[in-house]
């Protein structure tokens, strides 16, 4: 889709740090991380949202099976959290559909202040 800058990044347009890739889907770090591991997981195919993603079961299913490889790959034995900011109460900001990987250390309450 023009001008998303997610397709761009996949396109190879704009430089993004790929630590994984599959047909359909590509993993890169988050320019800004929020904790020591902080990939975004995205399909190849433009999808606005979650919403729009569960409409392409098998989409849905490759962004999660990539995302637990990246999990593997960047040895989150402690664990992880898995987000997909939806909407503007989630606050999201890209949309093309992304699942923020986050891990490498506690990430304390699931909510700010809760
Ligand atoms: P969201 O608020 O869920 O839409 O998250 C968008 C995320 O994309 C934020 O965490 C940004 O830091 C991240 N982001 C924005 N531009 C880039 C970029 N060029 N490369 C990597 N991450 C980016
Ligand atoms: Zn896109």
Redesign the pocket.
Known sequence: MENC?FCR?VAGE?P?TVVHRTETTVA?????P?APTHV?VIPVAHHADVVALAADPAAAADVLAAAAAVAEQEGLTGGFRL?F?TGPH?????FHV?A?VLGGEPLGPMLAGK
Not at 90 to 94: I, K, P, S, T, Y
């Open positions: 800058l990044i704009i993004a890169f770090r988050d320019i800004d929020k975004l987000i900011n989630a606050g999201q900001e890209v992304h923020h």
